[in-house]
Every structure is written in structure tokens, then in C-alpha cells.
């Protein structure tokens, strides 16, 4: 039984994103994620201006007459949410939390696959790989979806992205679209990454909280790391502190998107103090805009 509260940040979910997957992505989505390739349909009599390449010779010889194999495209497609709920995810000091935000951008991409009759499924990581959901279809399936993401309490704090994209690679058979969302505070998850953009088209999600990139000055502070439990005193008073703290996160960013542009994917920022659908719209029209569409 789902707490009534949960229920409705369910329902407040659904309505928000099902509005931008109805409205915005009904052609947009469909024309910027490849499907499977093609499927052969029929064979027709041969017109001018089609490509000679697709002539059934066989078929030409016994009808005396030139015959075209007609192809289409086979669109069903998986698309599978990778997400990150280690203990960092529970952070978030402006409009909600990463772990909320990551449940956003999940129906945001889940009811849009839904709306082009594609396939979601779900594999929720920590350290472990601690739950997958398979691909299916239907919105029950994406409320349920949506849902874990939401309701899911994690047994570890930890976080190990190269497990989880290695355990994607293994579960996820044919090409899918891949939403990574994370706040990618991880280390040795590169080749494991490479490898899972060679098969499948890889969209790293990066969840931003304002905390992540500056300190406030409150003076004397104590900091705890969810995932370590490791604590440190700083002064945030000390203007040098601060402007170090900011000068590593950015760093860190910088290594993020480097490491991204060097595996040609698009990556997309999500913060915890604004939208998290007007970022993924903004992708979705990027790519549409590459693809001349």
C-alpha cells in the first residue's frame, strides 16, 4: 500500500511531466532516439527515383519486370533509467532533494518513451546493484516506475556507477536509450562508461545541488560524508577555504564534462533549485536541432 503522502508527490509528479510528454516530445522524441534499424515490409513494383539498391532481383526476374524491397523502420525501443540513490542523492537544500529531482527526470523520460509505445525499465544503484526493474510498457508500469525511485530505501551508501553500467551492459541485450541520473561523485566509472556508450545511446543526467558548488559562510562548521560517515570541521568564514572548495567542484565538473564530450554524449545538468523538466526539453531540442528535425 502506498502512504497517502507519497501518493500525492506521485500525483503532482504525473501531472507535471505527462503535460511536457504529451505537449513536447510526441514528434521530437520520436524523431531524435533511433529504433532497432530496419525491417523488411513488402516488395512493390519499382517507380522512378527509388533506390537501386533495394531491387529484388529474384522477384525482378520472375515478374519480368523491375521489384524494390520496401523496408521500415522498427521503432519499439527500450529506454533505461540508471539511478544513482546513494546517500549524496539524499541531499538538497533548495526545492527538493537530488534523490526527488532523479524521480522527476525519471517520469519526464519515462512518459515520454510511453507516449511512442516504448519499453522503461529501471536499475536503482549504491554501491550494489540494489533493485532492476525490466523494461515494460504502460502507465501503470511507469507509475511503478516512478514510484521505486521515489519509495525506495537503500541498503547501502555508497556509490559504484561502473557496477551499474556494467550490470546494464549485461541485462540490456539490444541498443537502448540509457538515462544515467547521478551526480556523478564517483571515481573509476570511465571505461565502464565507454563501454556501455559503444552499445547503447548514453545520456548522463548530472543532478546539481547550489551547496555542491559553494560554501556559505556560517563560520565554524561541521560536515559529514553520507556515504563515508567521515567528519571535518571547517571555517567557512575563511574566504580561502571557500574559494578552494569552489575551485575543486569546479574542477570536478570540468573533468565531467571533459569525460563526456570525449565519449561524443549528450549530458544534461538537472538542479535541485529549478526545473527539472525545462533541462531535459532543452536536450530534446538540441539534438532536434543537430539532426536538422
Same mark, same amino acid.
Given at each position: 500500500?502506498?502512504?497517502?503522502?507519497?501518493?500525492?508527490?506521485?500525483?503532482?509528479?504525473?501531472?507535471?511531466?505527462?503535460?511536457?510528454?504529451?505537449?513536447?516530445?510526441?514528434?521530437?522524441?520520436?524523431?531524435?532516439?533511433?529504433?532497432?534499424?530496419?525491417?523488411?515490409?513488402?516488395?512493390?513494383?519499382?517507380?522512378?527515383?527509388?533506390?537501386?539498391?533495394?531491387?529484388?532481383?529474384?522477384?525482378?526476374?520472375?515478374?519480368? !519486370?523491375?521489384?524494390?524491397? $520496401?523496408? @521500415?523502420?522498427? %521503432?519499439?525501443?527500450? &529506454?533505461?533509467? =540508471?539511478? *544513482?540513490?546513494? +546517500?549524496?542523492?539524499?541531499?538538497?537544500?533548495?526545492?527538493?532533494?537530488?534523490?526527488?529531482?532523479?524521480?522527476?527526470?525519471?517520469?519526464?523520460?519515462?512518459?515520454?518513451?510511453?507516449?511512442?509505445?516504448?519499453?522503461?525499465?529501471?536499475?536503482?544503484?549504491?554501491?550494489?546493484?540494489?533493485?532492476?526493474?525490466?523494461?515494460?510498457?504502460?502507465?501503470?508500469?511507469?507509475?511503478?516506475?516512478?514510484?521505486?525511485?521515489?519509495?525506495?530505501?537503500?541498503?547501502?551508501?555508497?556509490?559504484?556507477?561502473?557496477? !551499474?553500467?556494467?550490470?546494464? $551492459?549485461? @541485462?540490456?541485450? %539490444?541498443?537502448?536509450? &540509457?538515462?544515467? =541520473?547521478? *551526480?556523478?561523485? +564517483?571515481?573509476?566509472?570511465?571505461?565502464?562508461?565507454?563501454?556501455?556508450?559503444?552499445?547503447?545511446?548514453?545520456?548522463?543526467?548530472?543532478?546539481?545541488?547550489?551547496?555542491?558548488?559553494?560554501?556559505?559562510?556560517?563560520?565554524?562548521?561541521?560536515?559529514?560524508?553520507?556515504?563515508?560517515?567521515?567528519?571535518?570541521?571547517?571555517?567557512?568564514?575563511?574566504?580561502?577555504?571557500?574559494?578552494?572548495?569552489?575551485?575543486?567542484?569546479?574542477?570536478?565538473?570540468?573533468?565531467?564534462?571533459?569525460?563526456?564530450?570525449?565519449?561524443?554524449?549528450?549530458? $544534461?545538468? @538537472?538542479?535541485?533549485?529549478?526545473?527539472? &523538466?525545462?533541462?531535459?526539453?532543452?536536450?530534446? +531540442?538540441?539534438?532536434?536541432?543537430?539532426?536538422?528535425?
Amino acid at each position: 500500500m502506498i502512504p497517502p503522502e507519497l501518493l500525492r508527490q506521485l500525483r503532482r509528479i504525473e501531472i507535471r511531466t505527462r503535460r511536457f510528454a504529451d505537449e513536447q516530445t510526441v514528434g521530437t522524441y520520436h524523431s531524435i532516439f533511433k529504433g532497432q534499424g530496419l525491417s523488411f515490409q513488402e516488395v512493390r513494383a519499382y517507380v522512378p527515383g527509388d533506390d537501386v539498391r533495394f531491387i529484388d532481383w529474384n522477384v525482378s526476374a520472375r515478374m519480368d !519486370a523491375p521489384y524494390v524491397k $520496401v523496408f @521500415v523502420e522498427e %521503432r519499439e525501443m527500450t &529506454v533505461m533509467l =540508471v539511478v *544513482d540513490l546513494s +546517500a549524496s542523492e539524499q541531499w538538497g537544500t533548495r526545492r527538493a532533494s537530488k534523490a526527488r529531482v532523479a524521480a522527476e527526470v525519471g517520469a519526464v523520460c519515462a512518459f515520454s518513451a510511453i507516449k511512442n509505445n516504448d519499453n522503461v525499465g529501471l536499475v536503482i544503484a549504491t554501491e550494489v546493484v540494489e533493485k532492476l526493474v525490466p523494461p515494460k510498457k504502460g502507465d501503470k508500469h511507469v507509475m511503478r516506475v516512478i514510484s521505486e525511485i521515489m519509495s525506495y530505501e537503500p541498503k547501502y551508501a555508497g556509490t559504484n556507477l561502473a557496477l !551499474a553500467l556494467q550490470t546494464l $551492459v549485461k @541485462v540490456a541485450k %539490444r541498443r537502448s536509450v &540509457v538515462f544515467v =541520473v547521478s *551526480d556523478f561523485f +564517483a571515481a573509476g566509472f570511465e571505461r565502464a562508461l565507454a563501454l556501455a556508450s559503444a552499445k547503447h545511446d548514453v545520456i548522463p543526467v548530472m543532478l546539481v545541488d547550489p551547496r555542491d558548488e559553494e560554501l556559505c559562510d556560517v563560520g565554524l562548521a561541521s560536515f559529514e560524508d553520507l556515504e563515508t560517515g567521515a567528519e571535518v570541521t571547517v571555517d567557512t568564514s575563511n574566504r580561502a577555504v571557500r574559494e578552494h572548495y569552489a575551485k575543486a567542484m569546479r574542477a570536478l565538473r570540468a573533468d565531467r564534462d571533459r569525460l563526456f564530450k570525449k565519449l561524443c554524449l549528450d549530458s $544534461v545538468v @538537472v538542479r535541485t533549485d529549478g526545473s527539472s &523538466v525545462e533541462p531535459i526539453r532543452s536536450l530534446f +531540442a538540441m539534438r532536434a536541432r543537430r539532426l536538422g528535425r
